[in-house]
C-alpha cells in the first residue's frame, strides 16, 4: 500500500478513538440547560414581543384618530367621535372593534408674542388682553390584550393605552 494511505488509516484510527472516549458530558448539560432555561425564556420572549408590538399598534391608532379630529375644526371633525374612532380601529386592524377611543376637545390660551400655551382647559377661557383661544383634540385608545403564554404572573387581558394630543388646523397658530 502506499504510504500515504496508511497515514491517513493512522490517522482516521486515532481520531475513532479519541472520539470514543469522550463521554458526551457537555451535550448532557447542554440538553439541561436548554430544558430548564431555553423553553421559559422562548416564552417570556414572544410574550413581551407581542405586547411591545401591541404597544405600537395601540399608540399609532390614537395618533390616527387625532390626526383625523385635527383636520379642519370648521368642518367639526374633532367633534365627529365615530370618524376618530373609525379611524383609530382601521390603523390597529388586529384588535378591530376590541379598541375604544374617547375623543376630548381641550383649549389653551397662546400668547401674543409667540405660541407659549397656558395649561389645556375642558372650557376656552382667555382672560389676558391680546391672547388667542387655541383648540386641540385629544384622543385616547385602550384596547385589551391576551398574551400567548401568560407568562411571569401577568394578569390577563392586559389593558393597553395611549394618548394623543394635536392642535385643530383651522385653529389659530
Same mark, same amino acid.
Given at each position: 500500500?502506499?504510504?500515504? !494511505?496508511?497515514?491517513? !488509516? $493512522?490517522?482516521?484510527?486515532?481520531?475513532?478513538?479519541?472520539?470514543?472516549?469522550?463521554? @458526551?458530558?457537555?451535550?448532557?448539560?447542554?440538553?439541561?440547560?436548554?430544558?430548564?432555561?431555553?423553553?421559559?425564556?422562548?416564552?417570556?420572549?414572544?410574550?413581551?414581543?407581542?405586547?411591545?408590538?401591541?404597544?405600537?399598534?395601540?399608540?399609532?391608532?390614537?395618533?390616527?384618530? $387625532?390626526? =383625523? @379630529?385635527?383636520?379642519?375644526?370648521? $368642518?367639526?371633525?374633532? @367633534?365627529?367621535?365615530?370618524?376618530i374612532q373609525?379611524?383609530?380601529?382601521?390603523?390597529?386592524?388586529?384588535?378591530?372593534?376590541?379598541?375604544?377611543?374617547?375623543?376630548?376637545?381641550?383649549y389653551a390660551?397662546?400668547?401674543?408674542?409667540?405660541?407659549?400655551?397656558?395649561?389645556?382647559?375642558?372650557?376656552?377661557?382667555?382672560?389676558?388682553?391680546?391672547?388667542?383661544q387655541v383648540?386641540?383634540?385629544?384622543?385616547?385608545?385602550?384596547? *385589551?390584550?391576551?398574551?400567548? =403564554?401568560?407568562?411571569?404572573?401577568?394578569?390577563? *387581558?392586559?389593558?393597553?393605552?395611549?394618548?394623543?394630543?394635536?392642535?385643530?388646523?383651522?385653529? *389659530?397658530?
Amino acid at each position: 500500500m502506499n504510504r500515504y !494511505i496508511l497515514q491517513w !488509516i $493512522a490517522r482516521f484510527c486515532s481520531t475513532i478513538r479519541l472520539l470514543s472516549v469522550e463521554s @458526551g458530558d457537555a451535550l448532557v448539560e447542554t440538553a439541561l440547560v436548554l430544558g430548564l432555561f431555553g423553553v421559559p425564556l422562548f416564552y417570556g420572549t414572544s410574550d413581551l414581543s407581542v405586547w411591545v408590538y401591541s404597544t405600537i399598534e395601540v399608540g399609532n391608532a390614537a395618533h390616527a384618530g $387625532a390626526i =383625523f @379630529g385635527m383636520q379642519d375644526s370648521s $368642518a367639526s371633525y374633532a @367633534g365627529n367621535s365615530a370618524g376618530i374612532q373609525t379611524a383609530a380601529q382601521n390603523e390597529a386592524g388586529s384588535f378591530g372593534t376590541n379598541l375604544t377611543t374617547t375623543a376630548t376637545k381641550l383649549y389653551a390660551c397662546a400668547s401674543s408674542q409667540g405660541t407659549t400655551y397656558t395649561s389645556l382647559a375642558s372650557t376656552p377661557s382667555c382672560s389676558t388682553t391680546g391672547d388667542y383661544q387655541v383648540e386641540f383634540i385629544k384622543v385616547v385608545a385602550t384596547a *385589551p390584550l391576551t398574551l400567548p =403564554f401568560h407568562c411571569c404572573g401577568m394578569s390577563t *387581558p392586559l389593558t393597553l393605552t395611549s394618548t394623543s394630543e394635536m392642535q385643530v388646523v383651522g385653529s *389659530p397658530l
